[in-house]
Each structure stands twice: as C-alpha cells, then as structure tokens.
C-alpha cells in the first residue's frame, strides 16, 4: 500500500471521536509493535514503507461498524474479523478490500 493511503487511514482514525487501539507488523524486522492509540504521531514513526499489516482493535461493535465505513471510503486492502480489522500493506496473493 502507499503512502498516501496510509496517511489516509491514520488521519481518519485521528479524527474519529473514540479511541481506536492499533498495532503493527514491520515487514523487514518481523517485530509486531504494542498496541497504541495515538494516532497522530506514534502511527507515522518511523514511515509506513515497512507496514506489512496493521490490525486496528474491534472488539468494541460500535467502533467496528465506525471504522469498517471508515476504511471502505478510503478503499484498503483488508480482513475483517470477529475482534479485529486487518488493513494489508504487502501481501503475496490476492486480497479484498475492506
């Protein structure tokens, strides 16, 4: 995924009036970070050219419902599941939008 619609997702979830827990897996470190809520600055560190997926917290339903129509304007690539939404950064085969 690009730059700009990661930049996208993190400026959504910035201006959504809840806080939306968030971790990250490095694509060349394999390190998966702890969870976060601040997106407007810890989401960003570092770039976003090494996001091989971003999981966002949904086990809250009324965010879930929030965020998937969040992510659907912006058009991501994603899974999502009972608990949590996965938004792909790289992947190997093909994938659904969210």
Aim: net charge negative.
């Amino acid at each position: 995924m690009n730059t700009k619609k990661w930049g996208e997702i993190r400026l959504a979830m910035y201006q959504y009036p809840l806080p939306i827990m968030w971790r990250t897996k490095d694509l060349l470190s394999g390190h998966v970070s702890d969870w976060d809520a601040e997106w407007y600055y810890h989401f960003k560190c570092g770039g976003y050219e090494s996001i091989e997926w971003l999981e966002i917290d949904a086990s809250n339903k009324e965010i879930k419902n929030a965020v998937i129509k969040i992510l659907q304007k912006i058009h991501v690539p994603g899974i999502v599941m009972e608990n949590s939404i996965f938004i792909l950064g790289y992947c190997n085969s093909a994938v659904d939008y969210v």
